[in-house]
């Protein structure tokens, strides 16, 4: 068997970086891939589960228009703190362990959500669970970011993201039978999973090397990496590459909060935000709002407006998927601008088409599917890029601010249809969602840089 091509340089930030960079897709990152993608498939359970019980309970508790805007942005209130607290926190104790904590919360209030016992409680179990969901995310893109070499990160990346797509989709075919026949509660017990996993996570995966190097954590860096080219080897039955010499100095300083605003960093950090903010408003205002203006509007009864969500769900993965071979091909805005003109036609279309009289439930289903097949290039690409245009010291956080950005539109979206069902109709709904997208394309084409094929370290220099 070829031995490891280990490096004789003195160990450095530089050398574990370069290390990385070299490393071919093999074994080991399918198993990490598959591992930390189960937090990710359980992130979609759990935060896409309120939109499948919500029909019940809207009957059950009696719960008007309002009440639902409220109990969906709840989750995502908890999610806006989450995604920025500990996002900081990852910064100072490691990405592996602050990714531990976040799922041990995710199951252990899925299970809580489980035995609510009136609208209130649920209220505000959503609300902690939503501390979770909403730091596992950027945390764990931060982590397969920092543990994938230049070429192969966007597809490596979105693919990963692509499980939470995978997620939507399995929980819209689970909820078609669990919730008519074993009820909402199910649902919520389902999705306690992740407190299995956040047991043994810290035995099935590393620490970030990146990580523990920008913390003079040398030794320990050293040996995750050893670990990974020896896997490497074996599965190739060759020596590694020669190390890249492409990679600059690094900054070895801590992250400031107001390091996000300074120099090139803060045309990175808003264009990142408005990003995340637009995303989030057509993304989840789709996800979350379809089986409620199904049944609401349309009054379908639960089984088709399940099912009806199923199908826009089903193409929102195959959005997902499309991304992962396009990404590193034609390069990060080219595919972000598709995405926000793709899923911002046929909204506007929609609108366009409903207002002399309501569109048929087929057209609705038609046109949803396909805004959701394109914006969710971006719902699995932006984790691309809000973790690549940060250096290793600030990575997390900053990844984590411009996620809550998405859990602010989050927040503020349900409360913007409710009011705009409320007084102007569905049509308006689709107008809103439309011209958000329309505007998050203008965003991307004028201020995103492009970062394909770049070293995280070339990109923050």
């Known amino acids: 068997m070829a031995t490891v091509g280990v490096a004789t340089a003195p160990l450095s930030e530089e050398l574990i970086s370069a290390r990385i960079e070299r490393l071919p897709l093999t074994s080991w990152y399918r198993r990490m891939m598959l591992i930390v993608g189960m937090a990710g498939f359980f992130d979609a359970f759990d935060a896409l589960t309120i939109a499948f019980v919500l ?100 597809r490596l990346v979105v693919l990963f993201q692509a499980i939470f797509a995978f997620g939507v989709m399995i929980t819209a075919f689970v909820a078609i039978w669990v919730v008519p026949h074993l009820g909402w509660q199910w649902m919520f017990i389902i999705g306690a999973g992740p407190a299995l996993l956040a047991i043994w996570l810290r035995r099935l995966v590393p620490e970030s090397p990146r990580w523990l190097a920008m913390h003079g954590r040398l030794q320990e860096a050293d040996a995750t990496v050893a670990k990974i080219e020896t896997v490497a080897a074996a599965d190739s039955g060759k020596a590694l590459p020669a190390l890249p010499t492409n990679i600059p100095a690094i900054i070895k300083e801590k992250a400031r909060w107001l390091d996000l605003f300074e120099h090139e960093y803060l045309r990175r950090t808003l264009t990142a935000w408005v990003m995340a903010f637009g995303t989030s408003i057509v993304g989840y205002g789709l996800l979350a709002w379809l089986p409620t203006i199904y049944r609401n509007i349309y009054h ?83 984790y691309v890029y809000m973790p690549e245009i940060y250096p290793t010291r600030m990575r997390a956080l900053g990844s984590g601010t411009a996620s809550a950005w998405m859990r602010v539109a989050s927040i503020v979206g349900p409360f913007i249809v409710g009011m705009i069902l409320g007084r102007s109709g569905v049509q308006e709904v689709f107008l809103f969602f439309g011209v958000t997208a ?15 094929g770049k070293t995280l370290e070339e990109i923050a220099r």
């Open 55 to 154: 029909p019940v309970l809207i009957a059950k508790w009696h719960i008007n228009p309002a009440q639902i805007g409220a109990l969906i942005s709840i989750g995502y209130a908890g999610q806006l703190i989450g995604a920025i607290r500990l996002s900081w926190i990852a910064e100072k104790y490691g990405r592996q362990r602050v990714l531990r904590w976040t799922i041990a919360v995710i199951g252990l209030l899925s299970i809580a959500c489980a035995f609510a016992w009136s609208y209130t409680s649920l209220f505000w179990f959503r609300f902690i669970q939503g501390l979770g969901l909403g730091a596992e995310v950027p945390i764990a893109a931060t982590y397969m970011n920092e543990f994938t070499r230049a070429e192969m990160r966007g």
């Open 300 to 382: 379908l009864p639960i089984s088709q407006n399940l099912q009806y969500s199923f199908i826009s769900y089903f193409v929102g993965l195959f959005g997902a998927l499309s991304g992962a071979l396009l990404i590193d091909r034609f390069g990060r805005k080219a595919c972000y601008i598709i995405s926000f003109i793709g899923a911002g036609v046929p909204l506007l279309l929609l609108w366009w088409i409903s207002r002399g009289a309501l569109a048929g439930v087929g057209t609705v289903v038609t046109m949803a599917s396909v805004s959701l097949f394109f914006i969710s290039i971006l719902l699995a690409g932006i």
């Open 438 to 452: 329309l505007v998050g394309a203008l965003v991307v084409l004028l201020f995103a840089i492009e970062t394909k």
